[in-house]
């Protein structure tokens, strides 16, 4: 891992992820490891019936999930130390259905120093599934430390 | 599963969940789903050495999956529709390690129709450890499906 | 979590659950959690000679252990304590395919105080598939904890 | 795999398992599975007020299932053709809890030929914890393939 | 399990495996146990470029580790002792596609003893899948337990 | 992902990798991937009377696939295109347990044109874990994409 610090990162930049594929194997899992099992991702038999939903979908939060990836190995895996801050908006536009491809187009919109350790940074992450739909949007804010003075 | 519907929530309601130990099996599971494998996470030597953590802990979006459940489990598996609209706010206060019991304290913050058939619903989810400590704030927002008019 | 004791179940109540799609994961991670990787349920080319099977099914055991949930969901994540006691009888009548989708139609079949603290309830459970088939029968007796007196 | 048939299966046989140790890992895979996260497994903080479980403990139906893949590696796997018929009676005699190692001794104590094409063969499986507790009772029941006449 | 010992290892012995197919769900289950998330086998629209692969396919190392176990089920697991000890030679000569079933047919190719308690063994095993194409050599070597004398 | 080439490597280049804790969870999940569930790696009471381990290890080939991911992300992840074209020799020195921390020193130790597309390249892996023990030799063969010419 390089070893990136929060002065090299520059407002406006532009990031575009690599793709993952989401699968029912990662929906899953993803119950394995949370619980949520709501019929809107196991059941395709009401999904039928349902208003919005043709067929069972991933979890928004597993859309999300794999959001904050893209960004770790765009940005975060880059960088000295990070800590998640936490998010400051999400919005679910469009259901990712099981084979759908997404990837993530990320721009840092504002960095901030903190304190003497910690500076703040928020990337604005759009998620894009293969038809070229936005099925995701997530500010992301996060901590980078700050480079050591020599 | 019950059929609640947008009218029968009531602004100021508080829910309490039940709780989830957070483990090792869950991090690994999630990375399955996702590939976030941060050293953060999976990584005991480096954690060592980490500014905060003392050990590898839960990824951040797997708390907040957990704390999508617990709201599932009191509101949103008893509905009769409903869809993940977003988040507005949410942050990583504390971190989860293996082991750590958490659950969720909610408050439904604001309730307003959106169209005939959507009304829009504002969860605050305070995620509590077993030391209570707030590990997590989440402003969730779901779409929950309007009552059907006689 | 409701609190419903012993005394709250009715011999005769009928519940039906919500359903869910049996997936090839489930079988894959249902390997993971038992090793029964049997070629019944992993490989294509031996079924496509079986006398029986068209191709992989969901072990026995996976299906049962879905209608378990099923109750779980319907009676007993609602009573205050509860412990397995066992199974009178399971029958398997139909194998489980990936991508089928079941669901439980259950009926409270006996409701016999054990002591002071627990009560035996059997449940007689029928999993159906979305052609309509009957796919197990599986008579769950459970205990169920009886109402504190004032 | 050899290549046995109902006629080789013999009355009043033993046969004594390979063990097994259940982990934490298993009942969360197993939640991935089936949707079973009962706060009986996965909440260490409930299960200190429990009546019976000190800590949380593997699903009783992933204990079964796993008794289940000892009876395969021992008799089904050495079959030419079998099929699950069900089980007569299962007791859960004692939570097995993560860490606990449990083996099966097996009995045949029943075979009855059921049609040219296959026996019917009652299997009594005692499953023994690391402390020798019997934890579970199942009487599994299966169709094994009889062998073609010359 | 049986109790072989190295001295019950004869070179030229051939064994052909029980087969597996190996589904997407392998993928995502040895990318939880790994972290082995290369768009290789993830990513469904960077494979429809890709100069060899049509879509996502196994990792090499997750059919090696099939190939493994194929060589436990007919050799490994009757042995009283053994040890892996590495291997001498490995090529990936096809992918293996969500839905290829694979076998191994295998052979003793040496046998030596090394010391008074374990001899040397190398086992050629040879992947196939359904169409017949070698997809995997894997020159295995394994330490096998000796026959205490008596 | 950044672009490197064939021509990009250069012979005697060591990279270190980041390190993963090695987890029962991990071991459990590639049973479920893989099937592989000998007594080595899930048995505890086997392994107390075992000649050479104290207790459950990770499977040899999941070190292997760990230790595949490390060179995935110092170099394969780096590079244009790349097919894993084998092992020339993979050595098992030390078993890995549950909580044991493990890292790769690689070298390139060949680079060699191939063809007008591709290039063979040998990276010596050596897996270390947290005391200092190597546990795993992996000669890796892998086919890196040549630079197009202009």
């Known amino acids: 891992m ?3 610090y929060f002065e090299d990162l520059v ?3 532009e990031y575009t992820s690599r793709g993952r594929t989401i699968t029912d194997a990662d929906i899953r899992l993803f119950i394995g490891a949370t619980g949520d ?3 809107h991702h196991t059941d395709a038999e009401y999904c039928k019936n349902h208003p919005v939903f043709e067929r069972p979908c991933a979890q ?3 859309v999300l999930s794999v959001s904050d990836t893209f960004f770790a190995y765009e940005i975060g895996f880059n960088l000295a130390h ?3 801050y936490g998010h400051d908006k999400i919005r679910y536009l469009q259901p990712v ?3 759908d491809t997404v990837h993530s187009v990320m721009r840092i919109a504002a ?3 903190k304190d003497a350790t910690w500076g703040r940074v928020v990337v604005e992450c759009n998620v894009i599934n ?3 739909q936005l099925v995701l949007v997530n500010h992301q804010v996060i901590l980078a430390g700050r480079r050591p003075s020599a």
Chains 1, 2, 3, 4, 5, 6 share one sequence.
């Open 97 to 99: 259905y099981d084979g």
């Open 37 to 39: 099992d709501h019929p």
């Open 60 to 62: 928004g939060v597993l």
């Open 11 to 13: 407002v406006g930049t």
């Open 111 to 113: 960095c901030e120093p």
């Open 2 to 4: 390089k070893q990136l």
């Open 82 to 84: 990070s800590l998640n």
């Open 130 to 132: 293969q038809k070229g």
